[in-house]
């Protein structure tokens, strides 16, 4: 069974293909790539240690919700028959910021001993550290709007200058927020803003949709819409013997009317006839 850590992604921010549909339960490892934003400053000391001695940092609690007992069964049962197959990274204070759930599993199944690694990374980034080790994670809607604010933030951060009119970058840097963050998010742009949307003027609702039997996101996205004006205007009654005739062609009006038999046809022909 694979781990669910993606530990070397975490090198890189923006230059990756995402499928969010994969499993999320474990990934293997990608590639390291040379991306702009350099999570990790330093991979260090690998230790043995006693999983119950390690806590948890709160930036990963902070964007995904815990799954339940009866959920995480399986992964409980692979843990107790192979261990973990990756080390969870930790700070220097022995907090886990990457493989939370594999120390917790590792604590429920009773492993006396694991292997973890330490690593340093800027503590404003630790958000970002949690997102890129959970690419491949399957996420709710609530996840992916928590998520979507952390990047916003940090873009900002470290972005700081309007970068999309620079001739000299590339079309995937000169794209605008919401289309960034679908970007980032591996989602289309049109779900970002309806995340975003929803998630900022009504997080309650954002909830419901990841309810079985909720609201779907677009509809609960159109919710939020503010009504369109309703042109009430009178109707007028046209005499059509005022109208004049066409200026240029000189064609005099018509009356179209129903016929007895349903078809329709020019009221002096029917007149006439």
Request: glycine share 6%; proline share 7%.
């Amino acid at each position: 069974m694979k781990n669910e850590i993606n530990t070397d992604a975490l090198q890189n921010l923006n230059e990756r293909d995402v499928n969010p549909q994969n499993s999320g339960e474990e990934t293997t490892t990608s590639s390291p790539s040379s991306g702009k934003y350099n999570l990790i400053k330093k991979r260090g000391e690998v230790k043995t240690v006693d999983p119950r001695t390690l806590t948890f940092h709160p930036a990963p609690r902070e964007l995904y919700e815990e799954r339940s007992p009866e959920e995480e069964q399986p992964f409980y049962d692979s843990v107790a028959a192979n261990g973990l197959l990756q080390r969870p990274f930790i700070n220097s204070k022995g907090e886990v910021i990457v493989g939370q759930r594999g120390v917790h599993a590792a604590v429920v199944v009773g492993l006396p001993f694991i292997e973890v690694e330490v690593i340093v990374f800027d503590e404003e980034d630790a958000h970002m550290v949690a997102i890129e080790s959970n690419r491949q994670r399957i996420k709710s809607n609530i996840e992916l709007y928590r998520e979507a604010k952390k990047i916003q933030v940090y873009k900002g951060k470290k972005g700081g200058t309007r970068t999309d009119l620079d001739p000299t970058l590339s079309d995937k840097d000169r794209l605008q927020t919401d289309d960034r963050i679908a970007l980032e998010l591996g989602i289309s742009a049109t779900r970002a803003s309806q995340l975003l949307k929803v998630g900022d003027t009504k997080p309650e609702l954002l909830k419901q949709v990841d309810r079985l039997g909720g609201p779907s996101l677009d509809d609960a996205y159109k919710s939020l819409l503010p009504e369109k004006p309703k042109h009430d205007h009178p109707v007028e009654e046209i005499d059509l013997n005022e109208i004049k005739p066409c200026p240029v062609c000189g064609q005099a009006t018509r009356r179209i009317v129903k016929t007895p038999d349903g078809k329709l046809a020019y009221a002096d022909e029917t007149t006439n006839s």
